[in-house]
C-alpha cells in the first residue's frame, strides 16, 4: 500500500499552525538553524529487512498482523515509512531471508520507493534447510574446516548478491563463542575465525567496506569470539582498510561507555558504522531512545565532534542502521519512532556549543562543560527535526498519519493477520 502525498499534506496543514509557533520559538535560539536543517535532511537511517514483522524472545512471538510476506513487501513497507519521515531511505537486507529472485526487479522497485540498498547481512548463527553442515558449534571458528568452508562461502554469496543490488557493504555478525568452560580453545578460536574472516576480505570489491559486529553475549553465554569492541578491533585492524568495527548499541555489558569506545573507534578511523536500539538489562531490541536517551544524545554529540574533526560528511561516513525488533509493538510504529529517537539526538548534538565546550575542557571547568551539553540536550528540538521533514516532504507527524490512514488495518486486510515474515 502507499500512503497518497495529499494525505501527508492535509494531515500537515491541520498542524502547521502550531507547528510554526514552536519553530518560531526553538529557532530563536539556535543561530545556525539553516545548517542544522539541512544536516537533518541529508540524514537517512537504514531499516533492517527483519525489523518489519513482530519480532519474538525464545518464549513466544505475538504476530500483529499483516506483515510482509516477501521482499517485495518489505521494502514496500519501508519505502511507506519513507514516505511518512523521508529519513529511511535505505534497506539492509539478510541473506538467505531476503533472497532477490530477480535482481532488475527488486532494484526497481526499491528505486521507486526512494530506497537505496545499505549493507548486506551473513547469516551463520541458523541451520537452513538442505545445509550440508551445523552451525551448533560455531561457523568461522569451527573446529572442522569444513564447515568453516560453507560459512566463508555464505559470505561470499552474500556480497555476490549485494553487488548485483548495489549495496557496497558487508556486515558480519557470528554468534560464536561457548557456553561452557572448557568447551573451546579461545587462542584457537580467535585464530580460526581471523583466517576466515580473512578469506571473505578476499572477496570484497574493492570499493566496498566489511563492519565486524560484536556482542558481548547470547546465544552463547559464556564466551563470545567476537565479544567486544577490542576483538572486533583487533580483526578490523588485520584485515585491512576496508574493515572497520560496526557498533550495536545493544552489544555492550551493563553500563559500558559507549560513547566513549565510539569515540576512540572514531579517532582510529575504525568504526564502520552502528545498529540502533536500546536496552535496560541485556537486550537488543527496544526502540531507540525508549530507555536511555542521554546515552544516544552523548554518542551523537561524540560522533558530530569526532568526525567534522576528520572532515567526514555526516550522512555518508558512516553506515547508520537501525537493528531492533521487539514483540509487542507494532513494527512499523516502532520503527518510526527509533528514527524519530536518532534524529532527536542527531538535532542535540549539533547545538551543542563545540568551541564553548573544547574551551570548558581546556580550563577544566567541569561545570561548565556539563552545562553546556545539557543545554542541548534539554533543547526540545522536535519542532527543528520536523520542519527539516517537512521541508523535504514528509510528515509533520508520522505517527498520527499512520494511524490517521489505518495503515495497519489495511495492511492486515490485504496480507492477512497470520502473514509472518522471516527473521528473528
Ligand atoms: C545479533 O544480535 C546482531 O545484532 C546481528 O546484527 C543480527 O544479524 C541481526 O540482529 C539479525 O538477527
Ligand atoms: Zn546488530
Ligand atoms: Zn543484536
Ligand atoms: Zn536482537
Redesign the pocket.
Known sequence: MQIEKYKIADNNDKQIAAHKRAFGFVSEGVNNVEEVLQKLKDFQVAI?S?ALGTGGTRFGRFSGGGEPRSLEEKIEDIGLLHALNQSSGAISL?IPWDIPENYANIKALAAQNGLRFDAM?S?T?QDQPGQEHSYKFGSLQHVDKAVRQQAIDHNIEVIRHGIELGSDSL?V?L?DGSSFPGQLNFRKAHQRTLEGLQEIYKALPDNWKMFV?Y?AF?PNFYSMTVGDWGQSFLYANKLGDKAYT?V?L??HLPNANIEQIVALLLGEGKLGGF?F?DSKYGD?DLTVGSINPYQLFLIFNELVEGMDARGMNHATGLGWMI?A?HNIKDPLEDLLQSVEAIKIAYAQALLVDTKALQQAQTDNDIVKAQEILQHAYRTDVRPIVAEARLRSGGALSPLSVYRGEKVREQLIKSRGQKAVST??
Do not use: A, I, V
Request: hydrophobic share 20%; aromatic share 14%; proline share 4%.
Open positions: 533492517p527483519w539478510h547481512n547469516n548463527f556486515t555478525w554468534s559486529e556482542k547470547e560496526l550495536d545493544g552489544h545498529h536500539n537488543d537493528d525488533s527473521g528473528l
